[in-house]
């Protein structure tokens, strides 16, 4: 593993911010960071806060060995950022090999809400929201917030107040296609 030290220069001395930050063996969102840049031993988080250097690393000592991911930030299409606003959304298939070859079982649209930076709706105890989604068209459909059995549907994004509508989900068919191929390997 590296050194703390070392990570600690890395983070001064890196031009490659903003970085997403999260342990390899991480689930659920957890641990997870968003790092915009760095000023005075400050690490610069989203929605103007900052985070000391020696906490960061303290943070990730315990999970340092498993390994510490640090990658570039991505942002959403275009075409979904209006509605959902800058953080990713990201769409589960469940992909089924059968006999005949695979087939899409079902298909959720998971979204980040509030302060939320990884769109993981853990059962829907952190706020995000999730939403089904049509096999055929990419269509989302039944969009829901709420707590596990005590969800509720909504209409409209919580943060920025977009309405859902008739929203398709960009690119659907290449990703159909690029799943569909995959669970052939």
């Known amino acids: 593993p ?6 600690a220069t890395f983070l001064r001395q890196t031009d490659r911010y903003p970085l997403f930050v999260k342990p390899v063996r991480g689930t659920q969102g957890q641990n997870a960071h968003v790092l915009l840049g760095i000023e ?5 988080l989203p929605s103007n806060k900052t985070l000391g250097l020696t906490d960061f690393i303290t943070r990730f000592d315990t999970v340092r060995r498993s390994g510490i991911l640090f990658q570039e930030l991505l942002r959403p299409s275009p075409l979904i950022e209006p509605v959902c606003g800058q953080r990713l959304t990201s769409v589960r298939l469940i992909v089924i090999v059968t006999s005949t070859g695979p087939d899409i079982l079902s298909a959720v649209w998971r979204v980040a809400t509030g302060t939320n930076i990884t769109d993981n709706f853990n059962c829907g105890r952190n706020g995000n929201i999730i939403a089904g989604v049509d096999l ?27 309405a859902f509508g008739n929203l398709c989900l960009p690119t659907w068919q290449e990703i159909r296609t690029l799943c569909m191929e995959a669970a052939t390997h």
Not at 2 to 7: A, E, K, R, V
Not at 40 to 44: E, G, I, T, V
């Open 136 to 162: 055929a068209t990419g269509r989302v459909q039944r969009v829901i917030h709420g707590i596990g059995w005590k969800n509720f549907p909504i209409d409209r994004h919580p943060d920025t107040d977009v």
């Open 2 to 7: 590296l050194p703390l030290s070392d990570l």
């Open 40 to 44: 005075n031993d400050d690490l610069k």
